[in-house]
Antibody, heavy 119, light 110 residues
């Protein structure tokens, strides 16, 4: 069974940093691209970032380009999102999602981890 | 303001049919596949339809996707109360080099 479990969310002050993790199981992690998608409270889905299976290609939404970095450790079956210079607008539930390639559909999602940026 | 445009809400009676539209441009829907996600209240999104009209395994065939030019549609027939959810369309955008989502459509089954 495919499982994606996010962790690392929490309350952080504006300007602070946080690193999210997404532990994958039930499939060959390195064969799949991975994505981060976020959802602000009461709002719609917003794509954040995509990383290829080999980690050679990454894409970012303009809203996070620079402060956010996506990486993965295929030996640990884990996806990461390093978030720096956090702002109130980054407050959201962050989901990781699997895709066959960087431009294919997200066929499995985790349950999300909540990030709250507030003083 | 989302790159893909969806109606904020739709409603219809049980057993009826409803259509959710998704409008984009030549750089996203006009060139790449459209994917539809269902998000039940308090749950993570779930893939319903991929590459315009392909039904995800295990999803009811009451869900149908289609695309014409730079617009796409999701049709749900034989509406049931369990279909009440938010629905999102998405596509890769060649100009932005990233994924774009619609703003989501809240379906209410009256």
């Amino acid at each position: 069974e495919v499982q994606l479990v996010e962790s690392g969310g929490g309350l952080v002050q504006p300007g602070g940093s946080l690193r999210l993790s997404c532990a994958a199981s039930g499939f060959t992690f390195r064969d799949y691209a991975m994505n981060w998608v976020r959802q602000a409270p009461g709002k719609g889905l917003e794509w954040v970032s995509t990383i290829s299976g080999s980690a050679t290609v990454t894409y970012y939404a303009d809203s996070v380009k620079g402060p956010f970095t996506t990486s993965r450790d295929n030996s640990k079956n884990t996806l990461y999102l390093q978030m720096n210079s956090l702002r109130a607008e980054d407050t959201a539930l962050y989901y990781c999602a699997r895709a066959y390639s960087t431009t294919s559909e997200f066929d499995a999602w985790g349950q999300g981890t909540l990030v709250t940026v507030s003083s | 303001q989302s790159v893909l445009t969806q109606p904020p809400s739709v409603s219809e009676a049980p057993r009826q049919r409803v259509t959710i539209s998704c409008s984009g441009s030549s750089s996203n829907i006009g060139k790449n596949g459209v994917h539809w996600y269902q998000q039940l209240p308090g749950k993570a999104p779930k893939l319903l339809i991929y590459y315009d009209d392909l039904l995800t395994s295990g999803v009811s065939d009451r869900f149908t996707g289609s695309k014409s030019g730079s617009s796409a549609s999701l049709v749900i027939s034989g509406l049931q109360s369990e279909d009440e959810a938010d629905y999102y369309c998405s596509a890769w955008d060649d100009s932005l080099n990233g994924w774009v989502f619609g703003g989501g459509t809240k379906l209410t089954v009256l």
